[in-house]
């Protein structure tokens, strides 16, 4: 059973343009909400983190929203770039227990140019 | 400051053989885990170790090992390969149990 779901599977944006790649979750448990970014031939890079205590956090051009009712959160992607062409995951973990990561099954994102 | 090395890199096996990968955590960190990344099922949680001890294991079988040395560096065994176990295998290192995970490049397994 995903414990994480992710949504869409693939995404094309202009250069320019809001990328919106959405994660949802069951186990209330969690308490950590962590982005990664994959480019092919590396391993995942960590992107941006959220803990349920806020509704969004912000770094550059990058934004977790999080909905701890709806027991969803989303990646907003600013003014979106060719190089941010990449493969992004969402996770979420227990940092108090077990902690080990549950990834969504991933976005293929493309910027056009 | 060197990121998490996993070596080697690219790895071909036949099938029924063993194979062993090796992660060098970030300097400092002393959380190890192991992922196994494919395109049918994603990423996935193997094992975890912390201080030489394991901490969390995921649903694999028994086929699948690790063991931290006291200088954090880890390793991951694989005995008697099936041609399902071909993935790209994924080390995170963490300073703490409750800290953020960096992930090395990875080892790509093919069993043939």
């Known amino acids: 059973q995903q414990q994480v779901k992710q949504s869409p599977q693939s995404l094309i944006v202009q250069k320019g343009g809001i990328s919106i790649i959405n994660c949802a979750y069951e186990?209330?448990?969690?308490?950590?909400f962590p982005w990664y970014q994959q480019f092919p031939g590396k391993g995942p890079a960590l992107l941006i983190a959220i803990r349920p205590d806020v509704s969004e956090k912000k770094e550059g051009r990058f934004t977790i929203s999080f909905n701890k009712s709806a027991k969803q959160f989303s990646l907003h992607i600013m003014d979106s770039q060719p190089g941010d062409s990449a493969t992004y995951f969402c996770a979420a973990s227990i940092l108090s227990g077990a902690n080990n990561l549950f990834f969504g099954t991933g976005t293929r994102l493309t910027v056009i140019p | 400051k060197a990121g998490v090395t996993q070596t080697p890199r690219y790895l071909i096996k036949t099938r029924g053989q063993q194979v062993t990968l090796s992660c060098s955590p970030i300097?400092?960190?002393?959380?190890v885990s192991w992922y196994q990344q494919t395109p049918g099922q994603g990423l996935q949680f193997l094992f975890e170790?912390?201080?030489?001890?394991?901490?969390n294991k995921g649903n694999f079988p028994g086929r699948f090992s690790g063991r931290q040395f006291s200088n954090s560096r880890s390793e991951m065994n694989v005995s008697t390969l099936e041609l399902g176990d071909s993935a790209l295998y994924l080390c995170?290192?963490?300073?703490?149990?409750?800290?953020?995970?960096?992930f090395g490049q990875g080892t790509r397994l093919t069993v043939v």
């Open positions: 186990n209330t448990a969690f308490d950590y």
């Open positions: 170790y912390f201080s030489e001890t394991q901490r």
């Open positions: 995170a290192s963490r300073r703490g149990m409750n800290t953020e995970a960096f």
């Open positions: 300097s400092g960190h002393r959380s």
